[in-house]
C-alpha cells in the first residue's frame, strides 16, 4: 500500500507541527510540496480551499487542519500518546497548543516579514514550492504576489506600531522562559514530547529558526531552544534519548528507566512552564473569550447561518501593556472548546484537580471552564460552522 501523502511546505508552521509528528510516530509518508498546480487541481476541489497542511490517506480521504490531522492519525496509532492521560498535563498540553498554534502566530508572522534580511530566502522559496516547473525569474517574479498577500495579513492579526515592541518583548521572553526550562527538561513535559511539543515546534522552526533575521536572534540568545528544534524536526531514531557504556570492548546502549521516558509521574506541571501559563490567561484568554461573545451576537443576529466567516470584523485586544486591534476570529474558539469539553468530562475529583491548579493563575479557571453553550461551533467540511447544523442534520 502506499504511504500517506502530506501536502505542505518548509515555509509552513503548522506543516512542521505535522511532518514532526509523523516522524516521532515512525508513520510512514511521502511529503509532497504544495505547488500552484496541486493547490488548483487537487486541494481546492477536495478541501474546499488552498491551505496546507492537508494529508491524503492511501485510501483516499484528505484531512485538513493540524490538529484535526493528528487527531485522525492519533486513533490510528495510539502509541506513543502525545496526550497525557492525567488531567492537569492534559490541559496544560492542550493550552500550549491553543498558544502555539493562535498567539505566536504574532511573532512568527512579524519577524517574517517585518525585516528585509529575509525576503531573498522567501522570494526563493515561495518561487520554487509554488512554480517549481518554471525558470528562476519566472519563480521570483510570481512569488511576490503569495508574499504580497501574506505580509497583507499582519493588521488583521493585530501586528502594527502599536503592538510590535511588546510582540518582540513577548517573544524574547518567551526563549528565555524556554531555555530555562530546557535546561532541565527534554520536552514540555518531561521526558517525552507531548501534543504542545509539536505545535511549539512548528512555529518556532519553520519562521523563527530558519528565516535569518530571527534565525540569528535565536540561535544567538536561546541555543538550547534550537537544539529541541532540531531534536523535534529530525526523530530519526528508535530512541528519543538513548546513552551507551562500553562492555568488553563493545559499545552496548544502555536500558532508560520508565522515569526517563514518560511525562513527568504525578500529574506534575514544571514551574518553568508558568509564565508561559501567565502569558495565555493574562493576554490570549481575554482575547479569544472576546471572541465568543462577538460570535455570541453574531449568531443570534445570524440564526440560520450554516458556516462561519474565519474573521467577524475587528476587536481591541491587549497584548502585554499594549492594547491594539486585530480581527476577530472564530477557528481558536474550537481549539479553546475541546478543552472546556475535557474539563467538564472530568469526574468531580479529578477536576478538583485541576481547579486546585488553576487558581494558581488569575483568570485560568474562568478561562479553562468558560460556558460555550451559545456559541459552539464544529468543523464541517474544513469549515468552522455553527454547531447545532450537526444536530439539524440528524433530525
Not at 484528505?62 to 487527531?71: G, N
Amino acid at each position: 500500500m502506499d504511504p500517506l501523502q502530506l501536502v505542505g511546505s518548509e515555509l509552513s508552521p503548522y506543516t512542521g507541527k505535522v511532518r514532526a509528528y509523523l516522524r516521532y510516530k515512525g508513520i510512514q509518508f511521502d511529503p509532497v510540496q504544495s505547488s500552484h498546480e496541486i493547490h488548483e487541481k487537487i486541494l481546492k476541489p477536495n478541501v474546499g480551499w488552498k491551505v496546507v497542511p492537508v494529508i491524503i490517506t492511501p485510501d483516499g480521504k484528505y484531512v485538513q487542519d493540524s490538529t484535526e490531522i493528528i487527531h485522525y492519525l492519533e486513533k490510528l496509532h495510539p502509541l506513543p500518546s502525545i496526550y497525557p492521560q492525567t488531567p492537569c498535563q492534559r490541559i496544560v498540553s492542550m493550552l500550549l497548543e491553543l498558544y502555539a498554534d493562535e498567539w505566536l502566530v504574532l511573532p512568527i508572522m512579524h519577524y517574517r516579514w517585518s525585516f528585509k534580511e529575509n525576503l531573498p530566502l522567501i522570494n526563493q522559496e515561495f518561487g520554487s514550492t509554488v512554480f517549481p516547473k518554471e525558470t528562476a525569474a519566472v519563480q521570483r517574479e510570481r512569488a511576490k504576489m503569495a508574499m504580497a498577500y501574506f505580509s497583507s495579513m499582519l493588521p488583521v492579526l493585530g501586528i502594527n506600531k502599536d503592538s510590535i515592541s511588546e510582540i518582540e518583548r513577548g517573544y524574547l521572553e518567551l526563549l528565555d522562559n524556554l531555555s530555562k526550562h530546557f535546561e532541565v527538561y527534554p520536552f514540555l513535559l518531561g521526558f517525552k514530547p507531548c501534543i504542545a511539543d509539536f505545535a511549539m515546534h512548528g512555529m518556532l522552526y519553520a519562521h523563527l529558526y530558519r528565516d535569518p533575521y530571527p534565525g540569528y536572534i535565536m540561535k544567538q540568545r536561546a541555543p538550547l531552544v534550537c537544539a529541541w528544534i532540531e531534536k523535534m524536526n529530525q526523530f530519526t531514531k528508535d530512541r528519543l534519548m538513548y546513552t551507551h557504556s562500553i562492555r568488553d570492548g563493545k559499545i552496548i546502549l544502555d536500558q532508560l528507566n520508565r522515569n526517563q521516558q514518560d511525562f513527568l509521574p504525578d500529574d506534575q506541571i514544571p514551574q518553568t512552564l508558568f509564565p508561559i501559563l501567565e502569558t495565555i490567561f493574562q493576554n490570549q484568554a481575554p482575547e479569544i473569550l472576546d471572541n465568543c461573545n462577538i460570535l455570541r451576537i453574531y449568531l443570534k443576529d445570524h440564526p440560520d447561518a450554516k458556516r462561519l466567516p474565519r474573521i467577524l470584523g475587528t476587536h481591541r485586544f491587549k497584548i502585554g501593556q499594549t492594547i491594539s486591534t486585530r480581527g476577530s476570529m472564530t477557528y481558536p474558539i474550537w481549539m479553546l472548546q475541546s478543552i472546556s469539553d475535557y474539563y467538564y468530562s472530568l469526574p468531580g475529583k479529578m477536576r478538583l484537580t485541576v481547579d486546585k491548579f488553576l487558581d494558581k493563575f488569575e483568570g485560568a479557571k474562568e478561562f479553562v471552564g468558560v460556558d460555550l453553550d451559545t456559541c459552539r461551533v464544529q468543523r464541517i467540511n474544513n469549515f468552522v460552522c455553527p454547531e447545532q447544523i450537526r444536530k439539524q442534520s440528524k433530525l
